[in-house]
């Protein structure tokens, strides 16, 4: 069964960091490649930044030079490094396949940049 499980969201002021984590399993997590997407409120869900493996990694314009991707194979695990964060950064946070999401939504991380 897949499942994923994301944390590492809260509260940060404008230009703080954060650095989610997103546990995978029930699929060969090394062969796939993986996003991060976000949804804020009243807003549709967009992909923020996938990693390929063996490949590289894109970023949304909104986060290209701000967050980073990464995983740790051995730990089954993605990773996204968000640094000089921004209000419209706010949203709830997931992982999934990608460019192309499974659907098996976690249940997401919430993110909330506020001085």
């Known amino acids: 069964q897949v499942q994923v499980a994301e944390s590492g969201g809260g509260l940060v002021q404008p230009g703080g960091s954060l650095r989610l984590s997103c546990a995978a399993s029930g699929f060969t997590f090394r062969i796939v490649t993986m996003g991060w997407y976000r949804q804020a409120p009243g807003k549709q869900r967009e992909l923020v930044a996938s990693?390929?493996?063996?490949?590289?990694?894109n970023y949304a314009d909104s986060v290209k030079g701000r967050f980073t991707i990464s995983r740790d194979n051995a730990k089954n695990t993605l990773y996204l490094q968000m640094n000089s964060l921004k209000p419209e950064d706010t949203a709830d946070y997931y992982c999934?396949?990608?460019?192309?999401?499974?659907?098996?939504w976690g249940r997401g991380t919430q993110v909330t940049v506020s001085s």
């Open positions: 990693e390929r493996p063996g490949v590289g990694t």
């Open positions: 999934d396949a990608a460019p192309v999401p499974n659907g098996g």
